[in-house]
């Protein structure tokens, strides 16, 4: 429990200065809310440090202090309860950084505030009261309502304000509790705890008397006669520590009685006669990697050399540059190269990559050369560990043996943390959409954030990708980015084979085995024979995408959402991808009772178990977002490619990203169709970028690769595009379709979307709201209509979108539209419905 400073400054008798606080709390409220500051915590309170506040009759938060000053509000402002913490947690530029997020993509800074802090930093609760220890009750003096709470308070010590609130029948207790506190009959308690707790462990010491070697020896003549086990121990200390050498080592006690393997009254027999004495230390949880540098430098190609240089020379006129490199080109090599000279001349770096799949390797090249300089920081860290990440690149650290990270590596979530000194950016793989947030505020992109991000610390940023997303593309070739091209790729190694397999064929034919063609079959135990490694590609989880009966037609629903149920074979359930409802399989059509329901479609957990039957003997694993719940999943599936422990690894887009593997002969795309067909603007331009990404995991390392494309429209210009390699080609038809139907890079985005759990009261909302942005935008805007899927989690959804020409000013646009939704607002048969704002949805 945090307890109010109470010290008294030496300045108490010297003129009282009156402080209050704006402090931002991490709720969806726009603005800060003044509070003020208690005299006694004027010496001690600075800007970004975290504070618990009461808001509203109840409730008590961990706010931000985010400006201090003297100007009395216009009403009586609450008084802070506790300071929280000895140094800010957040810096000026994170505030700016913040301010820019919740302006830029339509949010308030507190739902800002509450993606960017590690849950640890993240406190609630309600205020408890309990009887005062000098009162005693007094039955006669005590009228109706003080009667009823100290009668609840001796059955049960301390109560919350609204267990108090329903003792007396009614919520407004807070007048008489303050007149029994006033009375001094109750106290009141904040019990906040601190979300985060740093680790302590115990270490063992030598007492001053045994701290040389003469006494020492005296002392182990002594324990050899009689006490072994205490010998054993002072020996495994002198062996730990290193003691009276040059640099002694501390010793943890859990260490000493392993190596010992003594007990804990042996030991504590020796705290007992005066040997050793314990103490704590706080200690790090994060892993510590005992790997020094063990590379200084990377040799670069000629190639990439070329590269290096045209960065180099591009960052001289810009802030942003564009590397567009082939798949294994060596991209990494020369991130490496850029890290060293940011590190050299004093600054930070921040490398973001899309997936937490790809910090494991990684990393492992990272601290090749950069040793325990590296850091990772993601969502599969406990809150304690994200929380000691955050405290070291703020150089709040307590452990004394933990080094300051000078490179974090970290997925979208990174560009929050609290940077002091950044140069360099690197978002590699800058084409991915897991870099974009979907939910809850706010919606940002991680790419164009960085960059923000970046003009904050005059740093520079690096977008690096195969294949390049349109609108970054654009901005390049018209001179916003510079742009550095790498087409060779690394050792001289020969683009992938890529083959187009054509299912209808191969389906009239009747040469399929399961999903898999004749081609793609043959490869893969061609493969297997020669000791090559498989990826499998299928964009898809589950093991079959429907249940349907063949008679009627009947195919299982989601209760809460508009979509079919995914069958499960492992868990033997149909499930929902959107809500995680899930049932099991009926034994007959609810519909028409017939029992002849059939399989439709095929997710990755069905490719692994028809390979499994097909190819017995070959070792195969799976990496889906089922598969990789775990904190250590991701390590433990790549290890074992990358060791050879698996043959064949089949997966959904995770297998695409940026993976790097010796061994791999053959890539196989089993169902290209389904990127291609999807109902979306940039299907076209997803579908290419991931069978290209995908196409890049064969032939690493000095062989040429083999991509099979299986494929029921083997003509389809993208596909014909992926096996030319020819990004060009895609990008040239992509733009003249964007330009044409008005969309990006030509056009920015926004869209409204309108929830409700009453459709009728949904449909009646989206059209009031729809006409008054149709007031003011006019043709621009698209709408309200049903999404694709029209409802999730049991409301309904109805979108609006609108289409702004890129040389709009957008702020004025955002204005308009927050203008147009505080009128809606004001209408009460509309408050229940919640309305959602994405700038820039891809």
Not at 447 to 462: G, P, Y
Not at 652 to 664: H, I, P
Not at 790 to 801: D, E, G, L
Request: charge should be positive; hydrophobic fraction near 40%.
């Amino acid at each position: 429990m945090h307890q109010l400073h109470t010290s008294i400054p030496y300045f108490c008798f010297m003129e009282r200065i009156t402080l209050f606080a704006d402090i931002l709390l991490p709720l969806p409220i726009k603005g800060t809310f003044t509070y003020r500051v208690p005299f006694e915590l004027n010496e001690f309170v600075k800007e970004g440090q975290r504070v618990a506040v009461q808001f509203g009759k109840k409730k008590i938060y961990a706010g931000l202090i985010k400006k201090l000053h003297q100007s009395v509000p216009e009403y009586t402002p609450k008084y802070i309860l506790h300071l929280l913490d000895e140094q800010p947690l957040v810096n000026k530029v994170q505030f700016r950084f913040w301010e820019w997020i919740s302006s830029y993509y339509m949010s308030t800074e507190g739902e800002v505030m509450n993606a960017a802090f590690p849950s640890a930093f993240k406190l609630a609760s309600e205020s408890k009261v309990l009887l005062s220890p000098s009162f005693i009750p007094d039955h006669d003096i005590l009228d109706e309502h003080e009667f009823k709470i100290t009668e609840a308070l001796l059955a049960k010590k301390r109560l919350t304000i609204g267990e108090i609130g329903k003792t007396l029948g009614f919520q407004n207790v807070l007048p008489f509790l303050k007149k029994m506190i006033e009375k001094k009959m109750l106290v009141l308690e904040e019990e906040l705890q601190d979300g985060f707790k740093p680790k302590k462990e115990k270490f063992v010491r030598l007492t001053d008397t045994f701290e040389n070697e003469e006494a020492l020896q005296l002392l182990m003549d002594e324990l050899g006669k009689r006490a072994f086990k205490q010998l054993e121990l002072v020996m495994s200390y002198i062996s730990l520590s290193a003691v009276f050498q040059d640099k002694e080592d501390e010793v943890r006690k859990t260490e000493l009685l392993k190596k010992a393997d003594a007990g804990q009254a042996a030991f504590k027999a020796l705290v007992d006669k005066g040997v050793f004495e314990e103490y704590e230390k706080v200690v790090s949880r994060l892993e510590d990697d005992p790997q020094d540098k063990i590379l200084s430098e990377v040799k670069l190609t000629g190639h990439q050399s070329e590269a290096y240089d045209n960065i180099k020379s591009g960052f001289e006129d810009h802030n942003v540059v564009l590397l567009h490199g082939v798949t294994s080109g060596g991209k990494t090599e020369i991130y490496i190269n850029l890290i060293k000279e940011a590190i050299d001349s004093g600054k930070q770096v921040l490398y973001l990559l899309p997936e937490i799949a790809l910090t494991t390797q990684i990393i492992i090249r990272l601290r090749k050369y950069f040793g325990n300089e590296v850091g990772i920081y993601h969502s599969r860290y406990s809150r304690n560990e994200r929380a000691e990440v955050w405290n070291n690149v703020a150089g709040l650290d307590k452990s004394a043996d933990n080094k300051a990270y000078k490179i974090i590596l970290g997925p979208r979530s990174a560009i929050f943390l609290p940077f002091e000194n950044l140069g360099l950016i690197i978002v590699d793989e800058e084409h991915d959409y897991s870099y974009k947030q979907f939910d809850p505020a706010p919606r940002y992109h991680a790419r164009d954030a960085a960059i923000f991000l970046a003009s904050l610390h005059n740093a520079k940023v690096l977008l690096g990708t195969a294949t390049p997303a349109i609108e970054s593309y654009f901005n390049a070739k018209n001179g916003k980015y510079a742009l550095v091209e790498l087409t060779q790729r690394y050792g001289g190694m020969e683009m992938p084979e890529i083959e187009v397999v054509d299912m209808r064929n191969e389906h009239r034919r009747r040469l399929l085995k399961s999903h898999f063609s004749s081609v793609l079959f043959a490869q893969i135990k061609k493969a297997l024979e020669a000791n090559q490694q498989i990826i499998l590609f299928q964009n898809r989880r589950g093991f079959s995408l429907r249940i349907e009966c063949e008679q009627c037609n009947y195919i299982p629903v989601c209760k809460n959402c508009d979509v079919t149920l995914t069958y499960h074979k492992r868990s033997e359930l149909l499930k929902c991808h959107y809500c995680g409802y899930s049932t099991t399989i009926p034994p007959a059509c609810p519909d028409c009772g017939s029992t002849h329901l059939k399989m439709q479609g095929f997710g990755t957990e069905k490719v692994e178990e028809e390979l499994s039957i097909l190819l017995p003997d070959a070792r195969i694993d799976r990496m889906d977002l089922d598969s990789t719940r775990s904190k250590n999943a991701y390590h433990r599936i790549i290890s074992d490619f990358e060791n050879r422990k698996t043959d064949i690894l089949t997966g959904t887009q995770m297998v695409t990203k940026g993976l790097d593997f010796d061994n791999v002969q053959v890539v196989g795309v089993l169902s290209a169709d389904n990127m291609l067909s999807f109902p979306d603007f940039r299907a076209h331009e997803r579908s290419f970028q991931m069978l290209a990404q995908v196409s890049g995991r064969s032939g690493r390392k000095y062989k040429q690769g083999k991509v099979i494309i299986q494929a029921w429209q083997p003509d389809h210009p993208i596909i014909k595009y992926v096996v030319n390699h020819d990004y060009q080609a895609m990008y040239k038809s992509q733009l003249s379709e964007r330009e044409r139907f008005k969309y990006p890079p030509y056009y920015r985005l926004i869209i409204v979307k309108m929830k409700h759990k009453n459709p009728d009261v949904l449909n009646e909302a989206a059209k009031t709201f729809g006409i008054e942005l149709h007031s003011k935008f006019g043709n621009r805007v698209i709408g309200p209509e049903f999404p694709l899927i029209a409802r999730i989690k049991n409301y309904y959804i109805k979108q609006i979108m609108l289409k702004n020409p890129k040389n709009t000013n957008h702020k004025v646009v955002k204005e308009l539209i927050t203008e147009a939704y505080e009128n809606f607002r004001k209408i009460g048969k509309y408050r229940s419905v919640i309305v959602q704002f994405d700038v820039d949805p891809i």
